[in-house]
């Protein structure tokens, strides 16, 4: 089997190289990917980027070269709840573009791209094997509704916009929606967790500095510990 770990930045990666050691290392596009033996599995992991069209343009660029059979993204999240709080795991439903507003160009509702879903739901029994497992592992986690944009949330005032279109949305970030098109396009299953590194408020800055590290390890080590038992 081949595995894609994905995520946007360094710091969220640094566990995976603590926990798996690097076999060879090889570029897909603008993207050095790592490549493990896990297990009798080939697992990639690379740095996505941090924004839309870096995600897309470097999982593209992997899924392009190797048929890959289960995506794995992890990295962090501002919440958007008032019962979603720092260090909290979300499992991802679905995803939709916070920053998109197309609905005066046909019947299109408000976070999607013309001739593409509302919502790029994460449905699959890949997803289902992983959500197994961190209840036999009795971890405390959270699903539903991610939004993505290519705006850091940092005030009260961002993320009531965001919630007048998307209620119901869990967290906030800038890569997912973008994994999730391409991941359908490709039609690869996508496993998606986010860890909630901030409020999404005033304090976003400082409190993303401080807990993203935390919150990247906490969903790496989940992540790393289920595909050891893949097979």
Known sequence: MKIAIIVPMAEEAEFYRDHFHAETKEMFGSTEFEHFSVNGNDVYLGLSGIGKVNAAMNLTSLLTKEKIDVIFMTGSA??????????DVILVNDFAYHDAHCVSAGEYVEGQIPREPATFKLNS???????????????DFKEGLVVTG??????????????????EALGVEMEGAAFAQVARHFKTPLVAMRAISDNGDANADNDFDKFVKEVGAKAAKLISDYVEKMN
């Open 125 to 139: 029994p890949e997803r289902e094997a992983f959500k197994k497992y961190l209840g036999e592992e009795d971890v």
């Open 78 to 87: 501002g919440s958007l709840q008032d019962d979603v709080h720092r260090k």
């Open 150 to 167: 290519d705006t850091f949330v940092q005030s009260e005032e961002q993320k009531e916009l965001i919630k007048k279109n998307f209620p």
